[in-house]
């Protein structure tokens, strides 16, 4: 029979023989236990079950030894683990459990999936009676598809088990012995509760692993459920995940206990793959399935919203009815592919990544001890030829081998990382479930919805040729290249160095200098998705204060928030406060170099100028007060990849006034970047320049730009994702290809000396 249960909070007992109807937010689930149906109850417990034996016992922690004996039949050392309760000494006899663990796995993974702290918490506050759970490590042999002679049921049977039951309290009824096991392990409880049915009381799959044809007829699980004699004297469990790759088997079993009448559970929950997420969540049910014969004088109380009710034949259990999951945080267990910065690789296959996450071998793959111990825990085996370091060493082994690669948990990362894409997708960028190393888990390093994504962009300038291409070819062919990307951020910026002037390129008067743009390719702009203009650049002023007034004016009737320029320098100077996601990020711009006509006065519009007056007044106190600085700066245009030693010397003093970013907007070559150490205390990320986005330069240094797009997380900057671009056609810039990217991170980061 079938049931779909929620994930029950607090502890649910199942009652035999009997089906209850739970009220969902108007649906009827219906649950079926032994007998007709398994019904979980809340257990209230008024006075402890075992007061009288544990009267002189204050203990509230129970242990887990591991122990070893040499098996003469597999020739073997075999090691197990025995969880003993608080106060172990005191009773004379406990019931027994026996636990197996999945393929891949070992004597250790019921404990890593929290069982111990479980068992403690229930047996001190009574929700469980005190047992011993005993956790073999099956080695070779429970792998094997062995099932005379050297097989696992034998040395379990005739060395395992009466080895244990001799060392430790246990109490060897029937009654007081279940069995139970996850994937391959959930077989090897089938195989042997359904052999052996005098011998457990109860028996549990967990995601247990069933094929037709895994082992001969006389004992294979999904052969006894039709034939096995005594089956109806078991107490039986099975559960599984929606998404479980297991999920056909457990479904035959389910329909052949069915068909054979034989009493059972049968849970699907809606949420869960074939993993240790999954499990984890579940270890307390199992726990209470397992141990609700033992709960010899609990007091039940059935809670008034539940209604029981006897199965009869007229009324029919539903067959695939899904669970409603547990109410869960928006947030992950999410692991990305990384590189040092500095490397060279920006993408990795899916099929690499598939292979890690299967248990495959993969080259130039580095992986530390906190990774290892978080995808262990995850239910992800690594493959033993795969370099494994501590922590502290990693970053310094990527960074002098550039072709190594790792996976990294999203809040672990550092400035000095940098995430590679998948197939040209960023990790993040994937639909969720559909990206192999993410995982729903209440204990998440990655929240969405505490992550803001800024991403900056160099000069714009709609102008010259750059406006006679728009119009010929158009707004979206000019976005086309860029949308996709841009659209992901949260912000994206440009520093916009010309301002809309009707009837551009004619003018009324003499223009103070060349440069305009049409008012219509204002909706470039508006069609990207603009958020942030910069003001800085050299060129808003030339057709005069009154079209950059207008312009301003355009920005603000679009949401277009504007940094670096306004009305006079007071307004230009004030910082630009993004609040997004509890980030609170402050951003500053100004021009460095002129010309005069550009830069705002007292009473008249333009750019910032930048002052040292004004940086150690206004910057430490925006450090204090929000979580990330950006300065942002029109500097001295140089024909030149790398900044001149004035321009270094300028960006690290902004740095140690206690900016966390440091971006060069007034480049038409892209420029190299770097980490540098402030005197603040903390390592800024430096990006002497990004080179052009809309602009008419088409020679190679030129037409070759980044846009730097910021992961800021939880008040800190964690990563930098590097776009790099070319522009098409004077008026298109669009992406990389893989090989043109190559070849120009090569020249950036090894011939020009990044870093």
Known sequence: MHKSIRKPSPPHLPLPTKQILLPNRGLTQTITVFGAVLLILIVLLTTSTFVQSQSTCNGDIGSIERSMYRSEIAQTNIYYSVYTPPCYDITRQYPALYLFHGSNEDDGQWGRLGIQNILDEGISNGTLPPMIVVMPFGEWIANKNQFESISWENVFLKELMPLVEGQYRVDARREARAIGGISRGGFWAFELAFRH???????????AYFAEGNAPPDFDPLKLAQNAPNLDTLRIWLDRGKDDYAKPGLDLMNERLTDRGISHAYTIYAEGQHNNDYWRQHVSEYLYFYATPWQSSHQLLLPTPFALVTNTPNVPLPQSTQAESTTVDEGWMLFVPTVAFSSLQT??????????????????????????NDLHLLGISIDPAIQIVPDDALLNMLWRDGSLFTLLGFDRLTPRYRVLKINDVHPLDFEPGVYPFQFRSST???YPDHLTRLAMSGVTAMTRLTRKALDEKGIDWAASGIKSYVDRADYFHTSNEVSFSPGCPQFDVQPLGQFCSKEEHFDLLSFLGLDIVELTGNHNNDFGTDNYLKTLEWYREHG???????ENTEIARQPLILENHGNRIAMVACNWVGPYYALAGDDSPGAASCNWDWFRAALPTLAAENDLLIVSVQYLEIEDY?????????????????????IGTQAHKPQIMSFYNSRAGTESFIHYGLGNLFFDQPFWGNSRFFMDEFFIYEGRLLTVDLFTGIIDDLARPRPMTADEQLNFLAFLFHSQGAF
């Not at 099929?351 to 993969?362: D, K, N, W």
């Not at 277009?560 to 306004?566: H, M, S």
């Not at 790398?642 to 440091?662: K, N, T, Y």
């Open 444 to 446: 998440a390093n990655y």
């Open 347 to 372: 993408s990795i296959t899916a099929e690499a990544l598939t292979a890690v996450r299967t248990g495959q071998p993969v080259p130039k793959l580095l992986l530390d001890i906190t990774t290892v």
């Open 560 to 566: 277009v928030r504007t940094v670096g320029g306004g």
């Open 642 to 662: 790398r900044p001149s030693a004035q321009q270094i010397s300028d960006f690290q003093g902004l740095a140690d006034l206690g900016a966390d970013i440091v």
């Open 197 to 207: 049915p005098d011998l457990f009381g109860s028996v549990g799959g967990h995601s």
